[in-house]
């Protein structure tokens, strides 16, 4: 029998909808994986009931971009993101990434995944690229294993580097694959985990890493491998790498993208801050999507997106947290109040910027439409029971309770929510996960960390 919830008298409910409705003193009905009904006064023989009263419902976040194996290289001033280049930083932290091994992707995706969840976020994308001679081609299996455990929604990008460093690549040769050896293993995640149907809870998207260290036909292949499957495509793009493909292929990064097909609605790149105006019309019009990674832009130094000009060309704007290397949190609520400040500061001169409502939509909606999720993204009946509440009865929240819009955005609301929400699962309330053991988990991970990272690798020694 399906599990049926009734949040009853919520404060308000922020949809995200077409028409971007605000409901106050509402109740949700909530029957297995869906929303059935939302109204007031409500009710539904053998539902639980959640007691909304003085609390905001939110649609869950949907995060586009992300590297979860990352998690164990945080807070390491040694290997310093914003004093680097990327290209430089990639090359001293790969020195690190080659050590690991399937534990540590493991439990730095159960880290990821528990910081994502604690923080309203109910679908996460990852980038996986860190295939290491002790990984293995299983890291997507245990990120699966880890999602399962949790509860939470989970599209994984299966990545690949296969440039070796005589070629120009900065990647050691002992983290790379063949493009055959890539696509035999996309093919096999797909058909072990990509469940193309509503609610799904696990779906796999073709990603290899970045064109400035792959080999051309690693993404010339992806292009009918991926249609032909019926998967979507991902990379990194416009990350500092155009000067070294312009000399390598002669155009741009986004031009060598769109000569090769690998662009399109079933496509999203990941930052694309050297992105040119002139550009933005190739994007909308292909109606290929960009996961706007703020936090790594404000570590780097790096321009700032001019999103308001891009959304009214029609690009399809995402948010995502990007890799804990270069972020140090997996925090979509933390990243969403940067986004939000950023534009406030880039567009304030020349009028009008991104509302905080409008970033929670791109944090919502948006990102449904850039996984292809049309059951995803907005609390409304027959969309997937996704959603956060929070505790607006709270008194540091005294005096900014009147716009529930714009409160995440504006005020900052940036730590643990009230409640997280999957799929009519209810994976984390008040403070605890639901059938985990929080702490044991936390300890296990910590010695995988240290057995694993932090020994073997000098960066670590002076903490030690």
Not at 101 to 116: E, K, P
Not at 171 to 188: A, G, H, V, W, Y
Not at 337 to 355: F, I, N, P
């Amino acid at each position: 029998m399906a599990s049926k919830f009734l949040i009853k008298n919520a404060r308000a409910i922020v949809t995200c909808d077409q028409s971007d409705h605000v409901y106050k003193d509402t109740d949700i009905l909530i029957e297995g994986p869906k929303i059935v009904a939302i109204g007031k006064g409500l009710s539904s023989e053998g539902a639980q009931v959640i007691d909304g009263t003085g609390k905001f419902v939110y649609p869950g976040l949907i995060n586009t971009h992300h590297h979860f194996f990352q998690t164990f290289v945080r807070n390491l001033i040694t290997i310093d993101y914003p004093n680097l280049t990327v290209m430089d930083w990639i090359h001293k932290i790969y020195q690190i990434f080659q050590c690991i091994d399937n534990d540590v992707i493991y439990y730095s995706t159960l880290t990821a995944f528990t910081d994502l969840i604690k923080h309203g976020c109910t679908t996460a994308f990852d980038h996986q690229y860190c295939y290491t001679k002790k990984t293995g081609k299983e890291p997507v299996d245990r990120q699966m294993e880890a999602a399962k455990l949790l509860g939470i929604r989970y599209h994984a990008g299966r990545g690949s580097n296969t440039l070796p460093q005589t070629q120009g690549s900065s990647i050691p040769d002992n983290m790379l694959e063949t493009t055959s050896e890539f696509l035999k293993d996309c093919e096999r995640l797909v058909r072990l985990y990509h469940d193309p149907g509503p609610y799904s809870m696990s779906q796999i998207v073709m990603a290899p890493c970045q064109p400035i260290n792959c080999l051309a036909d690693t993404f010339i292949d992806t292009v009918p491998a991926a249609r032909e499957m019926g998967v979507r495509m991902h990379t990194h793009l416009g990350e500092g790498e155009n000067e070294g493909i312009i000399a390598r292929y002669g155009k741009r990064t986004l031009e060598w993208c769109r000569d090769i097909g690998f662009i399109g609605e079933d496509v999203w790149y990941a930052h694309n801050w050297e992105v040119l105006p002139e550009e933005y019309s190739i994007l909308a019009e292909t109606k290929t999507g960009i996961s706007h990674c703020p936090t790594p832009a404000i570590l780097g130094g790096f321009p700032i997106l001019d999103m308001k000009a891009m959304q009214e060309a029609g690009v399809l704007l995402s948010l995502g947290c990007d890799g804990s290397a270069t972020n140090d949190g997996s925090n979509l609520l933390d990243a969403l109040r940067a986004a939000y400040l950023m534009q406030s500061y880039h567009t304030k001169e020349r009028g009008g910027c991104v509302s905080a409502y409008d970033m929670l939509k791109i944090a919502t909606i948006n990102g449904a439409k850039t996984l292809g999720r049309p059951d995803l993204g907005s609390l409304e009946p027959e969309k997937a029971a996704d959603l956060f509440m929070i505790d607006s009865e709270t008194l540091e929240l005294t005096g900014a309770i009147h716009d529930p819009k714009n409160l995440l955005g504006r005020v900052g609301l940036t730590g643990n929510v009230w409640l997280t929400m999957i799929n009519g699962n209810v994976v984390y309330k008040d403070g605890i996960l639901t059938g985990v053991d929080e702490k044991k988990l936390a300890l296990e991970g910590e010695a995988v960390c240290n057995k694993v990272i932090r020994e073997p690798n000098e960066a670590f020694r002076m903490f030690l």
